[in-house]
């Protein structure tokens, strides 16, 4: 499963403000929380505090893959999320960090999440997919440059 199958320019947010790790895991949480009501916030940002506080979910290239089993959910939910500034998220490069893909994913799905971080790892290991997308303010635009790098 691709990214572009996960989100819609709905679910693209390119303007975070956070200044910290933790304000901007909130942060990416409300928003998908919201476009998708029926997951629950304060359940859903504890797994993914949880999760990160295990290890960083930065890599490098600028990229975090904030994701977490969410119980009561039967299906994969993501969204895409850009800090124009970049903002120090523990990254394996000790770059900041620009790109966040949240994903959430049932308890239950087998290792169908494993192939969708593979993809989504894959796809911002080119750096100019990266710069294509810092580049680019429009959500449509963003979906439509992920689209055609996958």
Do not use: Q, W
Not at 16 to 36: H, M, Q, R, V
Request: aromatic share 6%; with cysteine; net charge negative.
């Amino acid at each position: 499963m691709k990214l572009s199958d996960l989100i819609t320019p709905g679910l693209i947010f390119s303007n975070l403000i956070s200044n910290s790790k933790d304000s901007c895991l909130i942060e990416i949480t409300k928003n998908l929380c919201l476009a998708e009501n029926v997951l629950n916030f304060e359940l859903t940002s504890a797994l993914i505090k949880k999760r990160e506080d295990l290890c960083s979910t930065a890599l490098d290239n600028h990229i975090a893959i904030p994701h977490a089993k969410v119980p009561g959910i039967n299906k994969i939910y993501a969204s895409l999320s850009i800090h124009r500034e970049g903002i120090m998220f523990g990254s394996i490069d000790n770059k900041d960090t620009n790109i966040f893909v949240l994903l959430l994913h049932p308890e239950n799905n087998g290792n169908e999440h494993l192939e969708v971080l593979r993809n989504i790892a894959n796809l911002f290991s080119r750096k100019e997919v990266i710069s294509k997308i810092l580049e680019e303010t429009r959500s449509f635009e963003i979906y439509n440059i992920i689209k055609n790098y996958e």
